[in-house]
């Protein structure tokens, strides 16, 4: 299931909020803006393509069906994942559901729509159920017409706030006085972020059917709830496929990656060496991840020399990064080095994941989260404690 899900880390549109009436006044554009926040105040329902970008995270493309006052049906798909994520809001409680680990989560729904979208990312969308979002763009700042261009065949006008630090926003509005699109540039100290939005196919008017908005579990999903009640139990990771992870039993797919320093790891070659090898999936930006690494190391300490040994295969980060992570720790596994792909052969959806692989390749447990009890349950049943 995507990290949003799990909260492992999370994202959102950001905008730069500054106290005080606008800075100038550039009258064509805070009048073209006040048009478009009035047409989204009175649009009553909206359906839509749209496609999100950015610099800090994968493209995601996907479908919406929104309508007042908090009515919704959003689809999304990552690049690079086959993982459809579906929210369904009925005006009562959000249901967000992945169709490739069918698992879902529930709460209750802003009466006001305010948090329908928080999974969607997308400007548009949001500004759908709360218009003031673009009011509070110009506060403090002054509002300009910068330019036309052509999104999708829909001529838009350009409105850009630009903040001092060099930031800026906009906001594409199409002839009707809707949102086509949005970008942005946040500077804070050495570091940027830049955003963009796209809308496509925008339909107005047309109320979403009651069969759309409906969620029933069908057999074999299973709610965030059960799942984490059944990873706390003694016979977690061992059970059932769940997840969508590798089962045990099976062959854990071989990989030879680069690790710190310059070597060639090969799981192969270190399973054969060990009675348990866990192969641990992370990644700088997960917390839980960063937590569970010093942990990892401790297990490593304990066991050394008894026939385990410990594969930390990192996704999505530099060299220098994770070196820094395990200098500052004295971190004692080996770490590995870009690997995303092999990630995808092991149905990593949720970070961290473990997997156990037993000296003749095969898996022996696995974990989405870091299940230290369950991990040491599973080592002292191969003959490790």
Known sequence: MLNRMWRLATGCVAIVLIGGANAGADTPADRLLDKCIETERRVHAIKADFLLQGSDIQPVSGSMELQKPNLARISLKRSGSSDIMLTVSDGRRITIYSTEQKVYSQEPADIAGGNVTRDCEVMEAAAFFNPDLLDRMRFGHTVKLIANARLQGVICIVLQVTNDNGSWW???????????????????????????????????????????????????????????????????????????????GKPAPDFTLTALGGDNISLSAVARRNKVTLVNFWSAFCGPCRAELPELSKMQAQLRGRGFEILSINIGDDENKVNSIWHDGQLSMRALLHGDKIAEQYRVQAIPTNYLVGSDGRILARFMGFDESGIRQALAKAGLR
């Open 170 to 248: 906009k906001v594409y509005v199409g002839p009707d006085n809707l949102l086509r699109g949005y970008s942005q540039k946040i500077i804070s100290g050495s570091q940027s972020v830049t955003r963009e939005s796209r809308i496509t196919g925008l339909q107005t008017a047309q109320a979403i059917a009651a069969a759309e908005l409906a969620f029933r579990p069908s057999k074999g999903d299973r709610s965030v709830q059960q799942v984490e009640e059944s990873r706390r139990r003694p016979e977690s990771g061992t059970g059932q496929e769940e997840l969508g992870l590798l089962p045990v």
